[in-house]
């Protein structure tokens, strides 16, 4: 995976939470979904493919989980903007 395909999957995950949490503390919350779910990824990937293990995939499971993380959060403040204005235009105020 590139840094960039870890950046917008991060960032479409962070606008789905973002536009579906109800409350800022839920939305948080939910946004450790990301970087777990890298660090499953990288953990069965690691060990389906043991014959490519180097001395630094340790490393994969620090920096693998930040560049997902990173798009996460930018997605929900987009997500959650757009969930304020929508309620804010509905309610007319």
């Known amino acids: ?12 995950t ?5 536009l579906g949490a109800k409350t800022p503390k839920l939305g948080c919350a939910a ?3 990301v970087p777990l779910a890298m660090i499953a990824y990288v953990y069965a990937w690691q060990s389906a493919h043991p014959d490519s293990l180097r001395s630094t995939s340790g490393l994969d499971f620090v920096f693998g989980p930040l560049w997902p993380s990173l798009g996460a ?3 929900y403040v987009v997500g959650t903007a757009i969930r304020y204005f929508i309620l804010f235009k509905r309610n007319g105020s």
């Open 14 to 18: 962070g606008l789905v939470i973002g």
């Open 73 to 75: 959060m930018g997605g």
């Open 1 to 12: 995976m590139t840094i960039e395909m870890l950046l917008i999957g991060g960032a479409l």
């Open 31 to 33: 946004l450790w979904i």
